[in-house]
């Protein structure tokens, strides 16, 4: 039978596990796409998983951002010890209760749960920066619209590459790429923003929220946050819940709101471009084929977005490429692989 980790996981856990309590075993926690794979340490007291890093700047910025923000009193996983050659963590085991699951089996948690993690996003957004620092912001590149360009608006080009018929790329689709990116990383005023605040990387603990997988954050603009929150492929919220939460993040940050409703637009319509990307890729290249499902409601999404915007008529081809992806995945047989 093979084994389900290298030795050296149980030994570095065992020796660095705290408390008295023996650890039994380390049992293999279900995870999403990331490499990053997570222990539970078995009979230890207090709980405590080991953290698997194989990304050696991805880890240090975990580590650094992670330990900044817990003793700025952020709620997040303690992290107790460290090996960043070896890529190992330990740290507090905070449990199963990711928002998504808790939300997805009780709807009722909802008008319960999310208004904590709306005020926990606005903290962020309000301390995140002078609790960091610059040293800390700046391990990441910023969210800018070259960022936004590359990681975004061409990761969904490559996503179209999926379809079963080719979609053809008309002129001037690009010039719109441009005019979107350029929209959307546009900010008065940067903040640490998490860029994957969603509800699979929010676990809620005795009426708690607690943020986790932080080792992507960078300065940008705040409501890049909040259009992954809102439009949060995991968790359907209607057209009245997403304006209420809107509402209550823009009145705990004392946001003009019409002129945050327009810039919003722009930048949910970057981070959903960014979500169809990501799930293409990890359907086609890493083999989950159970993200290809989230494709067309992102689509949707895109669409759906674009007809709330005053410059709807500056996005007619991108509009015309994402309905004809639509268009061409739900053509799909249910049973095609």
Known sequence: MTALYPPSYWEWARGRALGRSPVAR????????????????????????????????????????????????FPLPRIYDWDLKEGF???????????????????????VLYPKAISLLARLHEKGLEALGPAITSLNPPYDARFAREREWEYFL????????????????????????????????????????QSRNLIARDGEIYLIDWQGGR??????????????????????EIALFFRAYAEERSLPLEESRERFIAV?????????????????????????????????????????????????????????????????SPCAP
């Open 26 to 73: 380390l049992a293999p926690v279900a995870s999403d796409a990331s490499p990053r794979r997570y222990f539970r340490l078995e009979g230890a007291e207090p709980p405590q998983l080991l953290l698997v890093g194989p990304e050696p700047a991805e880890n240090r910025n975990w580590l650094l951002m992670g330990r900044a923000l817990w003793f700025r009193g």
């Open 89 to 111: 963590f330990l740290l507090e085991d905070l449990g199963e209760g990711r928002l998504a699951e808790i939300v997805g089996a009780s709807p009722a948690e909802i008008p």
């Open 158 to 197: 490559k996503a179209l590459k999926i379809a079963r018929k080719p979609i053809p790329l008309p002129p001037g689709l690009q010039a719109e790429g441009e005019l979107l990116t350029s929209m959307a990383s546009a900010t008065d005023r940067p903040v640490f923003i998490h860029r994957d605040f």
């Open 219 to 240: 300065r940008g603009p705040a409501l890049y946050d909040l259009a992954s929150f809102l439009l949060d492929p995991y968790v359907s919220l209607n057209d009245a």
């Open 268 to 332: 949910a319509v970057a981070r959903l471009l960014q979500t169809v990307g990501a799930y293409a890729f990890l359907s086609a290249e890493r083999g989950l084929a159970g993200y290809r499902a989230f494709i067309p409601k992102a689509l949707k999404r895109i669409l759906a977005t674009l007809d709330k915007t005053p410059r709807s008529a500056d996005f007619k081809l991108l509009r015309a490429v994402t309905r004809q992806f639509l268009d061409n995945l739900e053509e799909e």
